[in-house]
């Protein structure tokens, strides 16, 4: 009987040998886990969506951008970017991102589904200007009413200033603008509307002033090639946005990081390269005359 005891006794001994370093592991991997979980929450990132921006060096900027915000704020940053208008604009509907830059057009259109957070200055105002413009070698062409039956450029179809604009134009001259011009297209840039009047691939097309200008600073031989016959009255620059339901907290942060991005070296840097001054908080009246053109072209 002593035998088999002595037999058996290594182990329950061997049990509980191991017993303590079990209970640390687990207990280990508990306080990981603990920990993990608040870890993860405070790192869901901020989701910002962008239309294609213009630069040359787009992607570097981007990068840089982002790493500047998630210094001020405290938080990851992710740029979301899609190559119109309408698909940053469904996801901001969708709550799938957080803030957006986007056009005062569709702002005026779904301003219950989404928060006014900061309105960018360019010259020192919130506002900016459509530009309709044809091929330099046009020395003929005065106003858009002349290129009637000719091929016109548009940037997106939910671009104020690249297609709400001229429309509202025509329409305000009893012209039906789906039937004014012998073909109209779609270019999804504005860069690129300006491109194609200048190669003469459309015979005119409308594009951002603030676009137009700045090519016109970086890329002369683009603009040059481009000629003004139209501007717009100054518009409510295209704002930065919120999806509905963002946190008061979230919202009031990044909110202050634009509107202090001038007071910053690295922030003012970026804005250099973007041609902005800063931001204003604004206010949804700024976009009342383009609320004021949808509904007229809606309802000639």
Request: hydrophobic share 40%.
């Amino acid at each position: 009987m002593n035998r088999d005891a002595s037999a058996r006794s290594p182990a329950p001994q061997s049990d509980l040998e191991h017993a303590p370093r079990r209970g640390f592991l687990r207990a280990v991997g508990a306080a990981v886990l603990l920990q993990g979980l608040p870890a993860r929450a405070e790192a869901m990132p901020i989701r910002i969506g962008l239309t294609p921006v213009f630069l040359d060096d787009q992607m570097r900027f981007v990068g840089q951008w982002r790493q500047w915000l998630e210094r001020k704020l405290g938080r990851a940053v992710v740029f979301v970017q899609r190559g119109s208008y309408r698909e940053i604009v469904d996801l901001v509907r969708a709550h799938k991102l957080d803030f957006a830059w986007v056009c005062g057009y569709p702002f005026v259109r779904y301003q219950n589904e989404m928060t006014l957070v900061a309105v960018p200055l360019w010259r020192g105002q919130p506002t900016y200007q459509s530009y309709i413009i044809v091929p330099a070698d046009d020395t003929r062409s005065t106003a858009l009413s002349e290129l009637r039956g000719k091929v016109f450029a548009y940037s997106d179809p939910d671009s104020n200033s690249g297609y709400l604009y001229p429309r509202y134009v025509l329409t305000t001259q009893g012209e039906a603008p789906d039937n004014f011009f012998a073909r109209s297209f779609f270019t999804w840039a504005h860069r690129k509307v300006v491109e194609a009047v200048g190669v003469a691939l459309a015979d005119g097309g409308a594009v951002d002033g603030y676009v137009w200008e700045t090519l016109a600073e970086s890329h002369p031989d683009l603009t040059r090639a481009t000629r003004i016959i139209d501007r717009s009255p100054p518009l409510g620059y295209p704002p930065f946005v919120a999806r509905a339901d963002i946190p008061a907290d979230e919202l009031n942060r990044f909110r202050t990081v634009l509107l202090e991005m001038a007071d910053d070296p690295g922030g003012l840097e970026l804005l250099r390269r973007l041609r902005l001054d800063g931001f204003t908080a604004g206010a949804p009246a700024l976009y009342d005359e383009i609320a004021q053109m949808a509904a007229h072209v809606s309802h000639p």
